[in-house]
């Protein structure tokens, strides 16, 4: 965490400004940033040491460009353009912020080097609606991250513009609340008043934090429907946003293998999705290595589960769909190994795999298939539901990161029992559309 006592200084006119700026700065602290918004006795020709100190201790200057925003910085005794000034000669992270794209730009006597401070640099365009916390994450991700780092966000975050005016009123009728408190005429009075106060308000805080994660969890499940709406996706109303989360992975890296029928993951199952499913902990080191260890017998226990709570058919794929999709679907790729006929192109295997698995995420310098499918050769064995030459075991393909070359080729394939467990073998779904 920076030593600075603020991450952003906020600018605004406020006149018109105030209400966006206000709601600007709720966003971003509920994300985990400290922000300087100066909303009490701050007007024109007033330029305290306040401000001064502020703009010098914030990396990143936000600049909120209401309509008719900048119209008084034609006046040299201005205050928005004082800040601007200071931000400007201090060397600033500038972050001009558009709300609802209603800035009506600059006045003709405006400074030319404040205009070009300002112009110079993406607007970012907040939508104060239903996306206001789309809008905010994405300058936060894109103007913000990579200045100022990440921040841990509040349990409790506002999303929409409505949502986040109900806060900041619940925030000023506290605030009043507390101020007329203090001015009680008797200390004994004051005290019972304050402590029968303070339990009702906790009670109000906990249903309201209670109501607000109901609506959370909703809304999470409402925007993932939308979003897999291919997929028919209905979410399970007992899920955790964390579950939801994860499930939305799954989802976003399933590759198409029969085009609107079945569905492939790209990667190969990981420790962060077995245990965050099933609500374990784990390492998040190890959030992107394939599970292993996991019997046939678990793993079916497993989807089922994952099925009921999506309402999607999740599966291990039947060899020949394996097959299939190892040699690139419809466009039956003749290579040895899933994607090429260098191994070391495409597979973790005992040549070079150190004795050790390697994250599934595409990210390891290993090549994927014709489908952009990863780690069918090689890393770990991958179980699929087809018995295994009638004898009781069920198939493995693949081979593993202890496998000479010869057993990762697309057509290598294992008996392996159903309750046996093994850490060289794991796996990877499908989807069926209904």
């Known amino acids: 965490m920076p030593d600075n006592k603020y991450d952003i200084f906020i600018s605004y006119r406020r006149d018109g400004g105030a209400q966006y700026a206000r709601i600007l700065q709720l966003m971003l602290i509920q994300r985990g940033y400290s922000v300087f918004l100066d909303y009490d006795e701050l007007t024109d020709g007033i330029f305290s040491d306040k401000i001064k100190a502020a703009i010098r201790e914030a990396p990143v200057f936000m600049l909120v460009l209401s309509k008719g925003a900048m119209t008084r910085c034609a006046n040299e005794g201005d205050w928005v353009r004082k ?45 104060f609606g239903q996306a206001l916390g789309v809008t905010t994450d994405l300058l936060i991700k894109n103007r913000l991250v990579p200045t100022l780092g990440e921040r841990t966000s509040s349990p409790r975050k506002d999303e929409d513009f409505e949502a986040a005016q109900e806060t900041l009123r619940r925030q000023d009728a506290h605030n009043r609340f507390m101020r007329r408190l203090g001015i009680g005429s008797a200390v ?108 046939y017998a678990d793993i079916s226990m497993f989807l089922f589960d994952l099925s009921d709570k999506t309402n999607l058919s999740f599966e291990l794929p039947p060899v020949e769909l394996w097959e299939y999709a190892a040699h690139g679907g419809e466009n039956r790729e003749t290579t040895l190994y899933a994607g090429s006929d260098e191994v070391d ?31 069918m050769s090689g890393n770990v064995a991958e179980f699929c539901n087809t018995p295994y030459d009638g004898s009781g075991l069920y198939t493995v393909c693949g081979g593993h990161y202890d496998s000479p070359a010869s057993e990762v080729t697309v057509s290598s394939q294992k008996g392996f029992g159903t309750i046996d467990k093994d ?8 989807i069926r559309k209904p």
């Open 83 to 127: 800040e601007i000034t200071l931000a400007v000669e201090q060397g600033k992270h500038i972050i001009p912020v558009n709300p609802d794209n209603g800035f009506d730009g600059f006045p003709e006597k405006m400074p030319e080097n404040l205009k070009d401070a300002i112009g110079s640099h993406q607007h970012s365009e907040i939508s």
């Open 188 to 295: 004994v009075v004051v005290a019972i008043v304050l402590v029968t106060c303070l339990w009702f308000w906790k009670r109000q805080v906990e249903e309201d934090e209670a109501h607000a994660h109901t609506a959370e969890l909703e809304a999470k499940r409402m925007d993932l429907c939308e979003k897999h709406k291919e997929f028919l996706l209905n979410l399970n109303k007992e899920l955790t946003i964390e579950q939801m989360e994860i499930i939305d992975t799954i989802l976003t890296n399933m590759i198409s293998v029969y085009p609107d029928s079945v569905w492939m993951s790209q990667f190969e199952f990981n420790m962060g999705q077995w245990y965050g499913i099933k609500g374990e902990p784990f390492d998040p080191a190890q959030s992107h290595m394939p599970i292993s260890n996991v019997s």
């Open 345 to 375: 192109q495409v597979a973790w295997y005992k040549e070079n795999s150190g004795g050790k698995t390697h994250n599934s995420d595409g990210r390891q310098g290993k090549e994927p298939n014709y489908l952009d499918l990863y780690d």
């Open 423 to 430: 850490k060289h073998v794991g796996f990877r779904v499908i």
